[in-house]
């Protein structure tokens, strides 16, 4: 079993700079696929990025450019760096965990493991 903890949502201005946090249990953490995803009010889940355990990364079109996804090993922990913000970044952020690997490393049902979510808001 993988535990996970958001942390570091709020509310910031447009083009404003957000960190989260995701910590993980467990000590298998650096083998472990970890994704961010978010759920705005009325639309489904949606994938935002991804980090494999060797460091390979992905980012949904929507904020390629904008956000980055590095993990602290060391630290059991992953973060989602979310630059030049939007209104449209507005939603709940959920950091996810499997310890496979696929090419489906952009669906919902790929990961096992979720966080409780952490609420980020941008203001215009």
């Known amino acids: 079993q993988v535990q996970l903890v958001e942390s570091g949502g709020g509310l910031v201005q447009a083009g404003g700079s957000l960190r989260l946090s995701c910590a993980a249990s467990?000590?298998?953490?650096?083998?472990?696929?970890m994704g961010w995803f978010r759920q705005a009010p009325g639309k489904e889940r949606e994938f935002v990025a991804a980090i494999s355990w060797s460091g390979s990364t992905y980012y949904a079109d929507s904020v390629k450019g904008r956000f980055t996804i590095p993990r602290d090993n060391a630290k059991n922990t992953v973060y989602l760096q979310m630059n030049s913000l939007k209104p449209e970044d507005t939603a709940v952020y959920y950091c996810?965990?499997?310890?496979?690997?696929?090419?489906?490393?952009?669906?919902?049902?790929?990961?096992?493991?979720w966080g409780q979510g952490t609420q980020v808001t941008v203001s215009s």
């Open positions: 996810a965990a499997t310890s496979g690997f696929s090419s489906s490393y952009s669906y919902t049902s790929f990961y096992p493991y």
């Open positions: 467990g000590r298998t953490f650096s083998s472990y696929f």
